[in-house]
Nanobody, 124 residues
Framework: QVQLVESGGGSVQAGGSLRLSCAASGRTSNNYNIGWFRQCPGKEREFVAAITSSGDVTIYSDSVKGRFTISRDNAKTTVYLQMNSLKPEDTAVYYC?????????????????WGQGTQVTVSS
């Protein structure tokens, strides 16, 4: 069992930055790949970024590549999503999720555990 808790969301103006954190707990939490997803009201959940359990491989959606950076500190069992150059279209609830797999996956259906989400609002 893995528990995930997101934090760091908030309101920011376009062009600003935020750093989201995903704190994981559970004996095997460091064995999991972690993904970030986001969802706006009335829209489908969207993949944002993912990182392997070791932290050596990352993938991003085209919409955030070059602006967002995912990283992890396994000593703190925390995964971060640094979001720079934020745009109004980045406004969403952001979720982190854990996946026990050998490779990174973009589909949320594969992820076993989810956090409760944190709201990010970007104003123009």
């Amino acid at each position: 069992q893995v528990q995930l808790v997101e934090s760091g969301g908030g309101s920011v103006q376009a062009g600003g930055s935020l750093r989201l954190s995903c704190a994981a707990s559970g004996r095997t939490s460091n064995n999991y790949n972690i993904g970030w997803f986001r969802q706006c009201p009335g829209k489908e959940r969207e993949f944002v970024a993912a990182i392997t359990s070791s932290g050596d491989v990352t993938i991003y959606s085209d919409s955030v590549k070059g602006r967002f950076t995912i990283s992890r500190d396994n000593a703190k069992t925390t995964v971060y999503l640094q979001m720079n150059s934020l745009k109004p279209e980045d406004t969403a609830v952001y979720y982190c999720a854990a996946d026990l797999a050998t490779r990174l996956r973009r589909s949320g259906g594969w992820y076993d555990y989810w956090g409760q989400g944190t709201q990010v609002t970007v104003s123009s």
